[in-house]
């Protein structure tokens, strides 16, 4: 072993390196599961200030399946509308559009901003409550020093880890003195930064040093290693694989301040176009702060194809904002962060190992401008798709194939990222055209386009899985444009189905796409006539579930139809009763929701729906929570939830719904053999006793 | 002194005496303006299961004040429909109405539920994050032992403290053993009941005892007691006062439990009168619980008019239950809690000592039957008006008379409060007619006219404040129904409106009405376009408010008047200047928000509205935060304020808003004598420079 100190040993079920966002929701999500975990991190504390801080639709739905949406909705400043200003023919910047910041009607929630260290308190008081036995926390100042991947036992992957001492954890910060005599500089982010120079071997000589001090390493013998460790990923390095992209010469400055300004839409998301000083990006956040992303036109790239740092302080970055928002004036008296950046997208060459025990999310596989608000969210994205298969296969409830889909899913979603973010920043860092013969300048309208496909980009909502044994719609799954074949993908998947067929599926609930998110409208309670988003009942907690649109129950030939699929879930031998370990309950694997069309009014729980969809419980009675209703509400309207999920309301329909609210299935009350086939291409069936 | 250890001696602003809810609310309202305080509680601990459970919408609108409401919001069960059963023709119970919980559109909350020992937890958490100093907590086991107030001095009130030790703090806790041979019998609350048999003197003998071992005693001086301490409140019975009023025969059990039940409108709130076998109100609550008021026929009072305690046991509350509810079956395994009381009504005949030192709220000054969800909510909208006024007079803010319309106010709550609760209690313990010959019966047209009028008057929003120097409308401020006369409060109140001449300030804001509280709908902020509910705004800090509905600020002769009206909120002798201390801000005694009716993309905050609405300041800038249109949203309706409010587009109005957010008079921009006349009947203004 080499080390001084003898070398403990322990076993794990999942290790998490790297505690930023991504890492944390890794965390989070196996707490949901009560999979047990560890997450490791360099760093000696949480982020305080600057960093990401866009929060997309998509990301709340997913906080709030976790349970902490409203803390981040409290806090957060709220973006509600974006301004376009372009130069006029006089070369004078004007307002040239507005638009909504998030697309109307398109989640529940919009677009939000809050800092990144607000997020990570929100998380790790998230883990806190939900982890079984208190959790001990992040184990920070933590480092992993090797890696392997065994093929055999039930703990396969051996990572060393060794602490540092509180002096090798403090990362070199370069204070860069500020030239504007005025005013408070705050924090520099700079060494964090793509134009930081922290090297890549710094662990390395992290651990030289430990190990010469005789520091403390101990061995984690783990079933799947989840890598967040940034863009200078260790774990990516361990594997061997790459970030491949390239960067570009536009170099960017972002400052966290408090303006003082005459600009009319300071509070507002901005997209400035000056004819000839470069472009500006308005962040208005929470606190009174506004960040600004400024172009810095007077900093370019050297032959290596890398900026000099030394160049870039806060009154350089300024005074570049000053000038393209001239005629406004702009000043500050406080600045809490500021940084700068240079333009590149990089994907990684691969997600995971071959024999999926070692994953990577996040900035270890994916890299671009933050100006679009996106890298937190779709790096939060990655290890919420990645740990509920990560943890139910640890957990024996689903097979190990459903684990190749995560990088056929996430990796194309980077890869779609990257070319959004290519595309953005060269029409964002682009002259304005002065006219239409000016063919070198970016046209406006072609900008505008672009924002606002990008704002539904930027939503996480357009994210539509491909074919897998998650996912039933046509298609090869070996196809999933990932750039990697992957032929577990195909183990389990007895989908065969034609593109026609398909559509006619598709057609029972054309709200409701198969691949994408299950979209959320008000339903009510019927025992107790409550109004729900359908999405709160998706919560995180590791069930599958079978959303049955049961139709007008009230209907004899309907209620015979729920009465039939019903008594089928209910037989002995069915996939409900051979998914669920024995002495557990009934929907501890797959939970049934029932949404129904009668009048509520007319409808009684215990007497118009089979107990399959009501449990009893010898303790706590029948449960009150599984049936909705599609009807008006006395205080919150009408979710008309039929209609906009596009589903027949006399003849419902039935729902696969995967634990991370992804459409898996859709199929008729009759189909229950293809249903059965999904959760077998899926789950570990028990053998029928 | 006596005492064997030396008596130790300190000041402070407010004495709370007690930490229930009504104690709680006095304390984060004080914490919340910056008030220093003391709390103290004979208690050890707070309430962990049981007691009251209903929280009325004015009460959430409060906790929203606070920065709460969220929390409860969250974990409350929300009761959303009341089912009224009766029995048929047959004689067997039916469900023969349903009607709304809460009245539709009163209020941007509904009435829900959730248990005291949660809402205890909220407020210490809310004090902990609004004290300015770290807060040392619930001074608990600590039992007032003396009261003089005193004429002079800043700290003219000399409270003598002492501390209990752990055995003394026990309270006897007679644990009635369960006959029911199946299920957990919880908690028994008997002993906080009025059939327990706690006697008044019970601290009496707690004080011997402690001076007898030779306990801790100190000696607090300060400006202002709030007792809050019960029923049986020492406070007011060293005031000397007593409450008034009388006992019923009527006696109900209570039970917290997990039913087992076919009744179908078991997650509704529901009350049932059976034919012969008494009444039953179903309360649905958090956690699958359910709360039955259960009326026990079979216990009556004896001569002495108690009822024998010793009776009442699980056993014989449930049977009750189970005979009113048949046809119907219900059983349970888990009792969470359970008590019984004596229905009486009771007011305290003074709600202060005469010199407006020593203030009573709460169950020390009025006491009812629980089952309309009301003691807890009144008692803390006692201390939610009480307090403000309390901590600006120590302050030196507000004059010392604004002190006399606490009483004045709630002690006419307190006592339509009690004449609901009779007459409610009679028909809801009342035999049902079996027909319209049936004289005695209880009709159950009555009793649904009874419930329906009880559902505003349970709301918290129908309470409608008297004259004072605090609300200006005609009438005699003396002469306000509460019993007592308090020639203070005419002191400093110049107003001698006419009926005329007042409903034509009234009409000005018709759905503002003077004397009730600020009702809420959403406005849009002009710099952002963030949507807010303007109650959102209204937070509980201190600061009264004008809210200037400036109309429609493009018209020019409308715009003038906004900016006369501005200028002379802006001159150096006007009240606003006068009212604010010399270094602090402009806004931190009165804040002004605006509301126009304009366009708000045609409208620009720094170009059209004078500074005085939002104040420059040389770290922050301009202030984003006080104007707001009335105006579409994108994502969340429109909130059409001014119609909802009944104000002019055009012309607009001024309205004068207490800090706890009842409007206190309403008038046109050019009323400016009026308004500083209002604020010169209850601030301190100082003289002008």
């Given at each position: 072993m080499g080390d001084a100190r003898e070398t403990s040993e322990s076993n794990i079920d999942v290790l998490i390196i790297g505690a930023g966002p991504a890492g944390l929701m890794a965390a989070a999500s196996l707490a949901h599961l009560k999979v047990p975990f560890r997450i490791v991190d360099r760093r000696r504390t949480k982020i305080f200030t600057g960093q990401a801080d866009g929060l997309q639709c998509r990301s709340l739905e997913i906080f709030d399946s976790l349970g902490f949406a409203d803390r981040v909705w409290k806090e957060a400043n709220h973006m509600i509308e974006i301004c376009m200003w372009n130069p006029g023919p006089d070369g004078v910047i004007r307002r040239s559009d507005r638009i909504p910041d998030t697309i109307v009607g398109l989640s529940r929630f919009q677009q939000i901003v809050l800092h990144q260290g607000r997020i990570e308190r929100f998380f790790l008081d998230n883990i806190d409550k939900y982890t079984e036995k208190k959790w001990g926390g992040v184990e920070r100042g933590t480092l992993p020093e090797s890696l392997e991947i065994g093929m055999t036992g039930e703990y396969p992957v051996k990572v060393v880890l060794r602490g540092l001492s509180d002096e090798e954890v403090e990362v070199k910060q370069v204070i860069v003195s500020g030239e504007k005599s005025v005013g408070n500089i705050g924090s520099d982010g700079l060494f964090r930064s793509n134009l930081g120079d922290?090297?890549?071997?710094?662990?390395?000589?992290?651990?030289?040093?430990?190990?010469?001090?005789?520091?403390?390493?101990?061995?984690?013998?783990?079933?799947?290693?989840?890598?967040?460790?940034?863009?200078?990923?260790?774990?990516?390095?361990?594997?061997?694989?790459?970030?491949?992209?390239?960067?570009?010469?536009?170099?960017?400055?972002?400052?966290?301040?408090?303006?003082?300004?005459?600009?009319?839409?300071?509070?507002?998301?901005?997209?400035?176009?000056?004819?000839?000083?470069?472009?500006?990006?308005?962040?208005?956040?929470?606190?009174?702060?506004?960040?600004?992303?400024?172009?810095?036109?007077?900093?370019?790239?050297?032959?290596?194809?890398?900026?000099?740092?030394?160049?870039?302080?806060?009154?350089?970055?300024?005074?570049?904002?000053?000038?393209?928002?001239?005629?406004?004036?702009?000043?500050?008296?406080?600045?809490?962060?500021?940084?700068?950046?240079?333009?590149?997208?990089?994907?990684?060459?691969?997600?995971?190992?071959?024999?999926?025990?070692?994953?990577?999310?996040?900035?270890?596989?994916?890299?671009?401008?933050?100006?679009?608000?996106?890298?937190?969210?779709?790096?939060?994205?990655?290890?919420?798709?990645?740990?509920?298969?990560?943890?139910?296969?640890a957990k024996g409830i689903c097979k190990p194939s459903i684990l190749s889909s995560y990088q056929s899913e996430r990796r194309r979603v980077a890869k779609d990222l990257i070319e959004f973010d290519h595309k953005f920043a060269r029409l964002f860092s682009g002259r304005p055209a002065s006219d239409v013969m000016d063919a070198e300048g970016v046209s406006m309208e072609e900008f505008k386009?672009?924002?606002?496909?990008?704002?539904?980009?930027?939503?996480?909502?357009?994210?539509?899985?491909?074919?897998?044994?998650?996912?039933?719609?046509?298609?090869?799954?070996?196809?999933?444009?990932?750039?990697?074949?992957?032929?577990?993908?195909?183990?389990?998947?007895?989908?065969?189905?034609?593109?026609?067929?398909?559509?006619?599926?598709?057609?029972?609930?054309?709200?409701?796409?198969?691949?994408?998110?299950?979209?959320?409208?008000?339903?009510?309670?019927?025992?107790?006539?409550?109004?729900?988003?359908?999405?709160?009942?998706?919560?995180?907690?590791?069930?599958?579930?079978?959303?049955?649109?049961?139709?007008?129950?009230?209907?004899?030939?309907?209620?015979?139809?729920?009465?039939?699929?019903?008594?089928?879930?209910?037989?002995?031998?069915?996939?409900?009763?051979?998914?669920?370990?024995?002495?557990?309950?009934?929907?501890?694997?797959?939970?049934?929701?029932?949404?129904?069309?009668?009048?509520?009014?007319?409808?009684?729980?215990?007497?118009?729906?089979?107990?399959?969809?009501?449990?009893?419980?010898?303790?706590?009675?029948?449960?009150?929570?599984?049936?909705?209703?599609?009807?008006?509400?006395?205080?919150?309207?009408f979710g008309d939830a039929h209609t906009n999920y596009g589903v027949n309301k006399e003849r419902g329909c039935v729902v696969a719904v995967r634990p991370d609210q992804y459409v898996g299935w859709i199929g008729e009350l009759e189909d229950f053999e293809q249903l059965t086939n999904y959760f077998e291409g899926c789950l570990l069936l028990r053998d029928q006793a």
């Open positions: 922290a090297a890549e071997d710094e662990e390395e000589e992290l651990i030289r040093q430990s190990k010469k001090r005789g520091g403390e390493s101990e061995i984690v013998n783990t079933k799947y290693v989840i890598g967040c460790d940034g863009a200078r990923s260790w774990t990516r390095r361990a594997l061997g694989f790459e970030l491949q992209g390239e960067a570009t010469d536009f170099i960017w400055g972002v400052m966290d301040i408090i303006p003082i300004t005459d600009f009319p839409d300071i509070r507002m998301r901005c997209a400035i176009h000056s004819a000839n000083d470069g472009s500006l990006m308005v962040i208005p956040r929470e606190n009174r702060l506004v960040r600004l992303y400024i172009q810095l036109k007077e900093v370019t790239p050297d032959a290596s194809g890398r900026a000099d740092r030394s160049k870039i302080t806060p009154a350089l970055i300024f005074g570049a904002a000053q000038k393209i928002l001239r005629p406004y004036k702009i000043d500050y008296e406080y600045c809490d962060w500021w940084t700068a950046y240079q333009i590149g997208q990089r994907v990684g060459t691969s997600f995971s190992d071959d024999t999926n025990r070692v994953f990577l999310a996040g900035d270890a596989v994916h890299t671009h401008s933050p100006k679009a608000g996106q890298g937190m969210n779709v790096s939060m994205q990655d290890s919420y798709n990645l740990a509920w298969k990560v943890g139910l296969v386009d672009a924002f606002l496909k990008g704002n539904l980009f930027a939503s996480g909502l357009s994210v539509n899985y491909g074919p897998s044994n998650l996912v039933v719609k046509p298609g090869n799954p070996a196809e999933q444009g990932d750039g990697s074949t992957r032929s577990s993908l195909l183990e389990g998947t007895p989908h065969n189905l034609t593109e026609e067929e398909f559509a006619k599926k598709q057609a029972l609930a054309s709200g409701l796409p198969v691949g994408m998110r299950f979209n959320s409208f008000k339903v009510l309670n019927q025992a107790c006539a409550r109004p729900w988003h359908l999405q709160e009942r998706l919560k995180l907690d590791g069930r599958f579930r079978i959303v049955l649109f049961a139709g007008n129950i009230l209907a004899p030939e309907q209620k015979q139809r729920v009465q039939t699929f019903c008594d089928k879930l209910d037989a002995p031998t069915s996939f409900l009763r051979r998914a669920t370990p024995k002495d557990d309950k009934i929907d501890s694997v797959v939970e049934i929701l029932t949404i129904h069309s009668a009048k509520r009014t007319e409808t009684e729980l215990l007497r118009d729906f089979p107990e399959i969809l009501h449990p009893f419980d010898a303790h706590n009675g029948w449960d009150y929570n599984k049936v909705f209703v599609d009807d008006v509400s006395y205080h919150e309207g």
